[in-house]
Every structure is written in structure tokens, then in C-alpha cells.
């Protein structure tokens, strides 16, 4: 059986697998807040639908030690302007998997244990690569095509950071020293400063690890996404009960799709919805197959919500519209779009 934390993941899986390529993907928070765990499950599952995913982490991009602690070992300041080498990460990195980019990056510069500088050949990416990176001050200077913010509160990555950092800080006071005058001290900067939750596409509450919550997906906090709906989300006692509102909506179709249907084991879904079946679509590529619904302008909280209302038999894609917009859908597993175009992942 999936897991509540093998669930959002997927769901957030599902949302890059649909976008553009090569896709380039940070993983922000906090220092402790969970990053490079979920970074490495989040590549997983990226590849486990079909795409090819590789995980990085900034460790392999941060400056020498004699740049890092040159504010003094124990400065917030000192690691919030000093940790990374960002102008290197930025043209080794995300200059090569940007627009016009030739595909060849830099897995990592540096040698953190040993710092020791490393001169590695660089890595080809395929076409479709989706490259998540995890590390801390992602939003500050760089720019990405899509952001996880990892959302744990101080106080809880405070536990987990110096538990797992007392051995490696030389002691359990020692650790709590570092989290408290440098590693969270500079995280509290970046968050006042930069404000990254809000302008992440993607935002994950991490305080339970077995049961992390997903707030938003598919903008920034203040985006208004398109969300074609053929089935029961076009109905107002779904929408009140996931989305707390009533939306309104406008007429549209989704040519190359044929409706089928499928039965919903799940009791809450058969319970807000009235019936256990529900339609499901399957690409067919031929424009006679034609699916008419509505289009529903959602914030990215109330996209978040849909996810998790739609059971595991669909997937969410982007897709073309027959009035000419783009719009999320949500289709039978296996048929969905990888491109506005329609084009079968």
C-alpha cells in the first residue's frame, strides 16, 4: 500500500514529469528542515514515471573552507553570503540546462570533507533530464524553473540537525551552538530577505516526515493556474469540500482524449463525490475524440487540494485546450501529455 509521504511525493512527481525539458529543480529551506532526503526520493520518483532524473546536491558547490569561515566559524552572515559558490553553480550548472544551454554540466567543484577543488569532466544531460538540486539560499541569486520549498519549523529542524550533526560538530553543544549562532541564524535572514515559501512552485510541509503535507503546487503563492475538469470537479459539493469555495468556470474541450471510466475504491473520494464512478480520460491522438468540460481558475493551494482528492488511477498533465490555453488535466495513468502539444509521455 502507498504511503501518505509516497503519495505527496508522487504528486509532486507527476507535476515536473508534465513540464518542460531539460528541467531544472531546487529544493529549498532551512538548514535541517529535510532537503536532500526528499530531494533524493523526489528523483526517484521522477524517474519512476518515465523521465530521466539525476539528484544533486550544493555541497559540491560551496567555496573553500578559507572563504566560509573567513566572517569567523560561527557567523550567520559568514554562511548566508559565503557557504556557495553560486556565480560557479550558475554558469557550470544551470546556464548549460537553460535555453540555448549545450547539455554539459558540473556535478560538483569541490571535495567538502577534504576541500579539496575538483576538476571533473562535465556530464551530458539527456533531452528530458529533470535535475533536482538540494541545498540553502536556492532563491537568493539563482533562478530555476521550478522550486520545492521544504516547510519544517525551526524548532523541529532544530532537533533533527543537531542530532545528526553532533558527531560531525564535535559534540552535542557544539552542534546546538552552530544551529543556533550560524546555521539557523542565517536561515532566518534568507527567510525574512528573500521570502522563499511564497515564491516557490511547490511547498511542502516537512514536520512529519512520515506524513509530510503538500500546501501548494504549480506557482507561486499568489498564482492563478487553469484546471480543466471533465468529472466531479466540476461539482459543488466537491469544490466546497476541497477548494472551500464555489468556482466558476467557462466551457471548453479537450481534442485526442477519449472518456472512459473507472471505479473509485476510495471512501472518502465516493463519499464527497456521490458515486464511485467516475470518468477517466485516455489519449488517443485522433482529434475526433473529443472531451468537453470546464476551466477552473484554482490557486496553487487549491491545485495541492485536487492532487490529493484525485486517486492514484490519474495523473495531471498540461495540455493544449481547443480554444487555444493551456490547462492542467488530470488523466488515466500512462496517457498523459509531456508537452502543451498533447504529445503521449
Known sequence: MITPRERVLGRIADHLAGLGRPLRVAVDGI???????????LTAAVAARGRSAAHLSMDGFHQPRAVRHRQGRDSADGYYLDAYDFDAFSRLVLEPLGPGGDRRYRERIIDLRSDTPLDEPPVTAPDDLVL???GSFLQRELKWDEVVFVDTPFEVAFERGTRR??????????????????YHAASRRYL??????????????????ARPVLRRIGGAADAVVNLFSYGTLQTPPVQVEHFGRTLTGRQDVLPGYRQDWV???????????????HPILRHTGDPADATAGTVLEVTTAELAA???????????????????IE??????????????????A
Open 263 to 277: 471505479t473509485i475504491t476510495d471512501p472518502a473520494v465516493i463519499a464527497v463525490s456521490g458515486t464511485d464512478r
Open 165 to 182: 550533526d553532533t558527531e560531525l560538530l564535535g559534540g552535542l553543544e557544539q552542534a546546538r551552538r552552530a544551529f543556533e549562532q550560524r
Open 132 to 134: 533536482v538540486v538540494d
Open 306 to 324: 485536487a492532487d490529493l482528492y484525485e486517486v492514484d488511477d490519474y495523473r495531471r498533465a498540461l495540455v493544449r485546450l481547443a480554444s487555444g
Open 327 to 344: 490547462a492542467w488535466v488530470y488523466l488515466a495513468v500512462g496517457h498523459g501529455a509531456n508537452s502543451v502539444d498533447g504529445s503521449v
Open 192 to 209: 525574512d530577505e528573500v521570502e522563499p515559501a511564497g515564491r516557490a512552485s511547490v511547498v511542502i510541509g516537512n514536520s512529519d516526515v
Open 31 to 41: 538548514t535541517a528542515s529535510g532537503k536532500t532526503t526528499l530531494a533524493r526520493e
